[in-house]
């Protein structure tokens, strides 16, 4: 069955920590991953998304996601992490006409 | 600027009423989605559509129908509200262009069923 799994539901960092989240999916054909995030109060947007190659895909707000096809995993990550990326991040993978989510993985910033 | 609105952003209603949530999109997208938002659940799926008068079951259906007579236009209803509906319920639209396309959201509307 086709799925995505998000293994931290909750996340806590300090501001200028490193950041990486994980995601892996199962998926039977051609894969196309998404990162989402949700600030609060305002609706889902696109982080970034992998269609085709480079394996290492660049978003926006300094966000990057690795693509590695043996792990089945699409890993977010930010090097320096600011109060402002306080917020929930969702993975998601291509279906027929729908995308697939995963949970969710709140992410809390401290100043 | 793409938009995907959706009309209202809180509700609170009765148990057993009808409820009407609508969602327009301005981007001529074929497929429009609803999802529930849940803590702890992600998105889940409720109904689907890919073309006008189209519509296909998602994870979720029972309880609720949906109506597609626009294109730019989907609409979910609750035939009869429960307190277990209370949710965030989420529109999406998506081009008809492959699985590397993004889809677009609105803001949400949360619905709290007395």
């Known amino acids: 069955a086709q799925s995505v799994s998000q293994h931290n539901h909750h996340v806590i960092l300090s501001e200028a920590a490193s950041l990486e989240l994980g995601c892996n999916y199962s998926y039977g054909g051609t894969v196309n991953l998404f990162w989402y995030v949700q600030y609060p109060g305002q609706h889902l947007q696109l982080l970034l998304k992998?269609?085709?190659?480079d394996p290492l895909v660049k978003g926006i707000k300094g966000f990057e996601a690795e693509f590695i096809k043996s792990k089945f995993s699409f890993n977010l990550r930010k090097p320096s992490v600011q109060w402002s990326d306080t917020a929930e991040y969702f993975c998601?993978?291509?279906?027929?006409?729908?995308?697939?989510w995963g949970a969710g993985t709140k992410l809390i910033i401290k100043p | 600027d793409v938009k995907v609105t959706q009309s209202s952003r809180y509700l609170v209603k009765r148990t057993g009423e009808k409820v009407f949530l609508e969602c327009v999109q301005d981007m001529d997208h074929e497929n429009m989605f609803w999802y529930r938002q849940d803590p702890g659940l992600g998105l889940r799926l409720i109904y689907f559509?890919?073309?006008?008068?189209?519509?296909e079951k998602g994870d979720i259906p029972e309880g609720y129908s949906v109506s597609r007579e626009k294109k730019e236009r989907f609409s979910l209803i609750l035939e009869s509200a429960s307190t277990n509906q209370t949710s965030m319920y989420l529109c999406?639209?998506?081009?008809?262009?492959?699985?590397?396309?993004?889809?677009?959201f609105g803001q949400g509307t949360r619905l709290t069923v007395v």
């Open positions: 559509s890919y073309d006008v008068k189209m519509k």
């Open positions: 992998y269609f085709s190659g």
């Open positions: 999406a639209s998506r081009p008809l262009t492959g699985g590397a396309s993004e889809a677009f």
């Open positions: 998601a993978v291509n279906g027929n006409y729908q995308l697939i």
